[in-house]
Nanobody, 120 residues
Framework: QVQLVESGGGLVQPGGSLRLSCAAS????????MGWYRQAPGLERGLVAR???????DYPDSVKGRFTISRDNAKNTVYLQMNSLKPEDTAVYYC??????????????WGQGTQVTVTS
């Protein structure tokens, strides 16, 4: 059983910053990709940022230059630093991890979601 626990969401004014964290715990061999998705009301869940085990990163244009993803492999934790936040960044943010089981199979795990609200 793998658990992903997120923290760091909240309410912030436009132009402000927030830092999200997500820690994976449980029994597994390793973690390949980690990342963040978000979902606003009435919209589909979409990628915010992704980072490989070797710290290659990927961002959609909507957040490029404002958001930075990082990870600490020793702590099985992924972070999302969000700067210059805009009202359109308001959403529930979900972290995910591509877990490698002890039988060398990959399995995607998701966090419970954390609300980020950007409003004046």
């Amino acid at each position: 059983q793998v658990q992903l626990v997120e923290s760091g969401g909240g309410l912030v004014q436009p132009g402000g910053s927030l830092r999200l964290s997500c820690a994976a715990s449980g029994s597994f061999s390793s973690i390949n990709d980690m990342g963040w998705y978000r979902q606003a009301p009435g919209l589909e869940r979409g990628l915010v940022a992704r980072i490989t085990r070797y710290r290659n990163t990927d961002y959609p244009d909507s957040v490029k230059g404002r958001f930075t993803i990082s990870r600490d492999n020793a702590k099985n934790t992924v972070y999302l630093q969000m700067n210059s936040l805009k009202p359109e960044d308001t959403a529930v943010y979900y972290c995910y991890a591509r877990i490698v089981t002890w039988w060398s199979r990959e399995s995607d795990s998701w966090g419970q979601g954390t609300q980020v609200t950007v409003t004046s």
